[in-house]
T-cell receptor, first 111, second 111 residues
């Protein structure tokens, strides 16, 4: 069966520090991969999605970037965090236009 | 701008009452998905509707896709405290793997 791992679960980082969130999927090949950000109790904002290795689509201009170095690995990064980067970050995978399967998220607090 | 508006944003009802959540857009979707999210977890798929006018039932939950595939509704009959959570609609675009989420409806069912 397919599983998705996202870590860390929580992270507290000072303003100006770098960020690296990692997401890996097991049990499937060539998935579409997604990064979303969620404000408290609100909807999900699509940040990046990828349909293959090295293929990244950016949805929102910001100081975040994403990379897909392997088929089932998706990384969200920042060189210098802003206070506004705080939030709940969710990684997800899908096959084709099928439903999304989410990880358990990373709660990032920038202080 | 591709937007999915959900209403109401928050709903607090007594156990046994009925409710309807709406998801509206000016965009046409190839499919629309409904998710439910618990605090601190990723959203979990409830249903996918694909055909305009389609109605799907999941126990006490009834989902409908608008004829023009621009809107959807979720109706819950005889709500129970276990229905409490954040309900999210998400639209998939034709010829795209991008999935856009609505603003969310937070439901609280009081015993």
């Amino acid at each position: 069966s397919q599983t998705i791992h996202q870590w860390p679960a929580t992270l507290v980082q000072p303003v100006g520090s770098p960020l690296s969130l990692e997401c890996t999927v097991e049990g499937t090949s060539n998935p579409n991969l997604y990064w979303y950000r969620q404000a408290a109790g609100r909807g999900l904002q699509l940040l990046f999605y990828s349909v293959g290795i090295g293929q990244i689509s950016s949805e929102v201009p910001q100081n975040l970037s994403a990379s897909r170095p392997q088929d089932r690995q998706f990384i969200l990064s920042s060189k210098k965090l802003l206070l506004s980067d705080s939030g709940f970050y969710l990684c997800a995978w899908s096959l084709g236009q099928g439903p999304l399967h989410f990880g358990n998220g990373t709660r990032l607090t920038v202080t | 701008t591709q937007l999915l508006e959900q209403s109401p944003q928050f709903l607090s009802i007594q156990e046994g009452e009925n409710l309807t959540v709406y998801c509206n857009s000016s965009s046409v979707f190839s499919s629309l998905q409904w998710y439910r999210q618990e605090p601190g977890e990723g959203p979990v798929l409830l249903v996918t509707v694909v055909t305009g006018g389609e109605v799907k039932k999941l126990k006490r939950l009834t989902f409908q896709f608008g004829d023009a595939r621009k809107d959807s509704s979720l109706h819950i009959t005889a709500a129970q405290p276990g229905d409490t959570g954040l309900y999210l609609c998400a639209g998939a675009f034709v010829s795209s793997y991008k999935l856009i989420f609505g603003s969310g409806t937070r439901l609280l069912v009081r015993p």
